[in-house]
C-alpha cells in the first residue's frame, strides 16, 4: 500500500467519523442509518461499508475516542495545587470541553440513555477508577478544612450535571434565555459562581 492511499483511506476514515458524529447526535443511534451517515459523508453506502462493516462499528469506534477526551480534564487535577482554584479550574474545563464538543456531549449521554450497551465496561473499569482515585483527593482537601465537606463522587457528579447540561439541552437552555443572550457566557460565570459558594468553608 502506497503512502498515497494509506493517506486516502486515513481521510475518508476520518471523513465517516465526522458524518457519524453529526447524524448520531442529532439522530441517536436507533434513528441514525447508514445511509444517513454516507450521504453526509458524502459517499456511497457501498463506498462506507468498505471502511466500517455496520453503523454500529461507526458508533464503537466514535466512543472509544471520546472517553479519553471526556476524562481529560479530570486526569488535570492537580493534588499539589489550591483546592478551591483546582476545582474552579476543573469545573471550567468541563464547561469549556461542553461547549466546544456539544455532539461529543450528546453521543455521550446518548449511550448513557440508552444503558451504556456499548461503554458498561469502561464505566466501571477506567472511570470508576479515575472517579475513585480523585474521590479520595476530594475527601483529603475537604478532612483538612481546604473545601466543604459533602460526598466526593456526588460533588464530581454535579459538577458533570451542571457543565454538560448547557450541551445536552442546548435547545431548551436558548429557548428558556430568548435572543440576545449567550448561555456560555452566562454558564461559566453562574456555574463557576455556583461551586465557588458550594465549595467555600
Known sequence: ???????????????????????????????????????????????????????????????????????????????????????LAYVRRKLHLARDYPRESRLFAGEILRGAPHMEGHLSGDLRRLVDEHAVILADWMDAG??????PHHLIFSIWA?????????????????????????AEREVEGHFRRVLRV
Open 146 to 151: 481546604h473545601i466543604a465537606r459533602a460526598d
Open 1 to 87: 500500500m502506497t503512502d498515497d492511499s494509506t493517506r486516502i483511506q486515513k481521510n475518508r476514515r476520518a471523513q465517516i467519523l465526522e458524518a457519524g458524529l453529526e447524524v448520531f447526535s442529532v439522530e441517536g443511534f436507533r434513528g441514525a442509518t447508514l445511509d444517513g451517515i454516507a450521504q453526509d459523508a458524502g459517499l456511497s453506502k457501498p463506498n462506507l461499508l468498505y471502511y466500517f462493516p455496520s453503523k454500529e462499528a461507526v458508533y464503537v469506534e466514535l466512543l472509544a475516542g471520546l472517553l479519553d477526551t471526556w476524562l481529560d480534564p479530570l486526569r488535570a487535577l492537580d493534588p499539589s495545587g489550591d483546592p478551591l482554584a483546582e476545582l
Open 162 to 186: 451542571l457543565t454538560q447540561h448547557y450541551a445536552d439541552f442546548d435547545v431548551q437552555v436558548r429557548a428558556v434565555l430568548g435572543e440576545g443572550r449567550d448561555p456560555w457566557a452566562e
